[in-house]
């Protein structure tokens, strides 16, 4: 396979992917009992005429699909419908048109409330991988390099600990810690700083974003250090490395010209198999420090069961995930001469 | 290259039995420290009631005063947002981690074995589809998927022990199918097959035993996954409401003022019961990985310092010498085992353009020779005495830095077997250019290309393919790109190791005409590593025997294949077809050389040896000079007949 049909496929499986994830989400929403609006509809209280105006609504007066019935999922519903009728159909337009439904909490439309806080989201995520990835390769790189030494047993302890924390839980106790040490107890910014030049603003930001950044990157840390040394000193096992030794090269042009690109080709592929864990840090570490991204909607939307809200992270996240996913498979076969013939 | 030894495979088929595991697995200093923590919890969530000092209703008559009192005596780590006894609570916790983890981790590992083996045994669609399925779902995030669906059902515990169950299985289903795929090749199994047994009877009877292992080790990391998506869960408010857990009263005491009460115990308790779980379940799957994949990593870059016992007497004796190795001894030392006497008390000349060839079956120690005189061995590799001298200085006295002036430039290697020895990430030429960048700083940066593409020309390698990747070459072309890389830099010696074994015959002989050549025009010297009798009879000006790490013989060509003393030399050469005599019956040499780690009590060849006597099993022979003192041989017949 040449390199552009490999690529092209790789590009159709991340699309196949992401209606995967339309449908998936869909049907969950209709399927899975809960929904407050479907729930809602059978209080006795309401009168038909509001109860046909929330049908209306939510887009509960069309048939969910052709052929199904959402009240009873066993029975076969009405087939003689135009497919383009149908709550699916309608959804999937609507999300192509950018349109996420509307928030039951706050009757805005989903799609505004969650690009404000994508933002945020992805300056916390950013900044806590590029950290984590750099300090843990160090780390990693460290530790293969003075392999079975105290240094190496060191990081590697510590890295398993930082691996076995679960991320809310050190996202409180720094918190508990910086509480009491003059650190912002959440948010992003103090309130009534928005009438402060823009430098102290960032200045702000910057400084409400120290703890949720540190926990980020304390908890990715860890296993990017593992994965980097296990790497690292499978290659510098490899016999292109005794041949490098033989060549006179230093120790340090070794590392550099020949081990280093070979072992980041694992860190690539975990990297990219992390995001969804990045997503879960993500959600964790927003709630505790109630930072205004993607995650804390989730925990928010959970809290006040808002379904659309719930509905529309999800959806985002996937497809950022998918995409990510992507990118990385892409990089790799950049960075592997080999993937070109494969 | 084989520059281990093969004592490592014990530990595997050690591995296979139940007992034999266990035996292994208590030597994993990680692996006992993960089972202890992760006993301990068990007893503790066992003998619960036992152990809790309060039972977990004792809510019913707190009061305010109650709320958040401080670790103290009644009360070992205070009291939380409802006036309960943390401890007691945390006692309690363990029983809901475990039981979540354990039957989480069965769902998510029966769906995943099963995905795995199917796909791994029956290949084809059923293949493509599981595993297209498995791929999709492995990129969905779990964490926001679980919650969707536990926010959309009742958060009960059974609700989210299944939920967890079904979304955790993606990654054991690939490592399962992988290993399916390995075992499947087996003998035993295609024997299976073949003779008609049922394919049910092949999964369960033969696949299984031997995936057992790997679900065993993927299945504690699941449970140790699957307790940390409950306390996330359950902190993110969708925990069963009637049970404690571990991340509920997390949830309960930050979303209830612990945090403004100062109230630590309450927040860190139940984070030290996860975090202690799910490391013990880390360092348990840790200690089960290293039992059942033993890595021998030969890691190249350890600083390595021969532990050389420096004698006086040992001084270049021979001035016209461009190499000359004394007495040399290396052994493989590991803490565990006993030290495998790789190579003992060899020592040979090698003169300005002199050809010398080494010959001696696989594992006889010639690798590990060949390598120990520029010091490449791994770390476990100890050069334990003697001298490498070149051009009179002492190669195992140098430091890294003024070794690494010598390598290449002074002695270059062509190394057994090419396959792996060019960095697959960068271009062959790239590779070749490095040398002489590194070792000839002046040489003008510009005419580099020229001269790589004149190397790779010499070798039969055509100039368009100077900017390939190794994998685009063959390994034939790789191999000769290892010879011209060999000659980048003008060295004094080649030290050739089996250069020849991938090439056809053609290529072989061109090769070799090519090394005679520039052995005679540029004084060239050259350790030819071989197999081959023919090439050695044809090229070589002398010849060292090895066998078992010893010099079996060493002396010119005409005596070797002349006048042979030694046994094993002669064995050899029964066993290689002389064109002279074309009637002569060839024969081999029945078993094999002796294990590195395990060798005979008296002269190593002994136990194969036609004409071994008594004292060959007891007394190791001395290097006995024959005749002018250029012909050596170790062997008890030749001191007899002297």
Partial sequence: ????????????????????????????????????????????????????????????????????????????????????????????????????????????????????RLWNTILLIGLGQILSIFLGMALGIWGAWKARTWIDYGTSTLSLIFWSLPTFWLGIVLLFWGSANGFPIGGKITPGMSSFPLLQQW?????????????????????????????????????????????????FQILKDHALQNAMLPMVTVIALNLGFTVAGAIQIESVFSWPGLGSAVFEAVERRDYPVLQGVFILIAVAVILANLLADLTYSYLDPRVQVE | MQTTFQSTATNQTDASTLLGFWQSFKKSRTGMMGLSMITFVIVLAVFAPIIAPYDQSSTINVSIADIYQPPSASHWFGTDDAGQDVFSNFVYGARISITVGFFAAIISILIG???GLLAGFFGGRWETSLMRFTDIMLVIPDLPLTIVIVALTKPSLLNIIIVIGLLGWTTTARVVRSQTLAVKSRKFILRARAIGASKSHIVFNHVLPLVMPILVVQGVLVISLAILNESTLSFIGLGDPSTLSWGQMLNYAFARGAMSSGAWWALTVPGFGIVFIVFGLTLLGQGLEQVLNPRTDTHHLLATKPAVRHEARLQPNQTDAILSVQDLSIHYISNTQAPAKAVENVSFNLKEGELLGLVGESGCGKTTLMLALLRLLPAAGQIVNGKVFYKGKDLTALSEDELNAIRWRGISIVFQGAMNALNPVRTVGDQIAETVLKHEPKFPKENIPARVTQLLELVGITADQRDHFPHQYSGGMRQRAMIAMALACNPDVIIADEPTTALDVMIQAQILELLDSLRKKLGLSVIFVTHDLGIVAELCDKVLVMYGGVTAEYADVDTIYNDPKHPYTQELLKAFPDLTKPKKKLSSIPGYPPRLDNLPAGCRFAPRCPAAFDRCHTEQPALHSIGNNNHIASCHLVEASK
Avoid at chain 1, 59 to 78: A, E, T, Y
Wanted: with cysteine; glycine share 6%.
């Fill in chain 1, 1 to 116: 396979m040449n390199r552009s049909r490999a690529i092209l496929n790789k590009i159709a499986w991340a699309i196949f992917t992401i209606l995967f994830v339309i449908v998936l989400n869909f049907f969950l929403f209709r399927i899975l009992p809960g929904d407050p609006a479907r729930a809602g509809m059978k209080d006795p209280r309401l009168k038909q005429e509001a109860i046909e105006a929330l049908q209306v609504r939510f887009g509960l007066d069309k048939p969910v699909i052709n052929c199904f019935d959402s009240l009873n999922p066993i029975k076969i519903g009405n087939c003689n419908v135009n497919p383009l009728e149908t709550q699916f159909f309608i959804y999937v337009g609507n999300l192509l048109k950018g349109d996420f439904g509307i928030s039951y909490d706050t009757n805005r439309p989903v799609s505004e409330m969650l690009s404000e």
């Fill in chain 2, 113 to 115: 074995g099963s995905f």
């Fill in chain 1, 203 to 251: 200045g702000d930001v910057i400084w409400h974003m120290f703890l949720p950044t540190l926990t980020y990157t304390l908890i990715f840390m860890g296993e990017y250090t593992l994965i980097m040394r296990s790497s690292l000193v499978d290659v510098l096992s490899e016999d292109y490395i005794l041949t490098a030794k033989a060549k006179g090269l230093s120790a």
